[in-house]
């Protein structure tokens, strides 16, 4: 599959998901959570256990700030409300899928894969001035900088990284060469094109109606 298709599957469940019901965000958070498992399941859980005081945070900010039905029996002055916690469920779902989907991109796909395919969506702006070429090099040296840097765990990150990741970018020796080889699309890459166009389309539609 080419790099674009995931790409532009990324970016289209991203947006069906404010569209979809309940039952069928429920039934993708499912799907797309199997999937990222299935695939990798150790850098997926740690992904998500990453984000649990976050999703500890919404739960309570949900929980406790939306007016509802209150939970009885909570030994306290005040309780969170049944609507409070759906909703806040509901948000955590969404970031869990932008975060199966996105682990799901990272682990099917190569930086320079991913990278090519970025730099063929965003051609089309330099058009209008902007230097695809220099962003390419920059997003893949910031992977770069970023995965030597995971690997690296007993040092601290500290603000000193970012001017170094910053310059980095900037230095970039002339005999250090960044080659991205072009893929063909299949037959199969352009009928889903087609596809996620109409379905991005219908969205689009659907959107401004509302």
């Known amino acids: 599959m080419h790099p674009i298709i995931k790409i532009l599957s990324f970016i289209l469940t991203l947006l069906l998901m404010n569209f979809l019901s309940n039952s069928l965000l429920h039934l993708l958070f499912l799907g797309v959570c199997m999937v990222a498992m299935s695939l990798q399941i150790r850098s997926f859980t740690r992904v998500v256990m990453r984000m649990r005081w976050l999703f500890i945070s919404i739960l309570v900010i949900y929980g406790f700030g939306t007016p509802g039905e209150l939970i009885p029996h909570i030994p306290l002055d005040f309780s969170p409300t049944f609507d409070g916690l759906q909703l806040g469920l509901l948000h955590i779902e969404r970031i869990t899928i932008a975060l199966a989907t996105l682990n799901i991109l990272f682990i099917t ?6 990278i090519l395919g970025l730099y063929i969506l965003l051609s ?12 390419a090099v920059r997003l893949f040296l910031t992977l770069e900088y970023v995965e030597d840097f995971a690997t690296q765990r007993h040092k601290p990150f500290g603000l000193n990284h970012f001017d170094h990741l910053y310059l980095s970018a900037d230095d970039v020796s002339s005999d250090k060469i960044v080659v991205f080889n072009q893929i063909p699309f299949s037959i199969l890459d352009k009928v889903l094109i087609v596809i996620f166009m109409m379905i991005a389309s219908i969205c689009l539609v659907l959107g401004l109606r509302s």
């Open 109 to 114: 796909g190569s930086k320079q894969d991913l």
């Open 124 to 135: 089309p702006l330099k058009y209008v001035g902007l230097n695809i070429e220099k962003f």
